[in-house]
């Protein structure tokens, strides 16, 4: 049974610093597709951030979090992270990981439903 965990998450204040990790256990994602979600109040969850193997080093940030935020994994396949840097109110959410196996094209990273699991999230809370 495959079991996405995240942690990291908090309180902290505009220009603030996070660091989200999601560990998986049961399966690891080495040749798959490792993402971040977030889902603010009132609003429907968005794509922040995904990796795939096959791209070497690079990940895909949304725009929103361009150059504020970054997706690293560690060597196993088994976690990733999101560094949250300079952060700012409209950042508060509740924050998910999730996985799949499949070789997602880029034009469907961004889709929740192309997702297969997902973790509990946690809630980041950004104060101004």
């Known amino acids: 049974q495959v079991q996405l965990v995240e942690s990291g998450g908090g309180l902290v204040q505009t220009g603030g610093s996070l660091r989200l990790s999601c560990a998986a256990s049961g399966r690891t994602f080495s040749t798959g597709v490792m993402a971040w979600f977030r889902q603010a109040p009132g609003k429907e969850r968005e794509f922040v951030a995904a990796y795939r193997r096959r791209d070497g080093t690079n990940a895909y940030h949304a725009d929103s979090v361009k150059g504020r935020f970054t997706f690293s994994r560690g060597r196993a396949g088994n976690t990733w992270y999101l560094q949250m840097n300079t952060l700012k109110p409209e950042d508060t959410a509740v924050y998910y990981c999730?996985?799949?196996?499949?070789?997602?094209?880029?034009?469907?990273?961004?889709?929740?439903?192309?997702?297969?699991?997902w973790g509990q999230g946690t809630q980041v809370t950004v104060s101004s």
């Open positions: 999730a996985a799949t196996l499949r070789p997602l094209i880029v034009s469907t990273l961004r889709q929740e439903g192309a997702y297969d699991y």
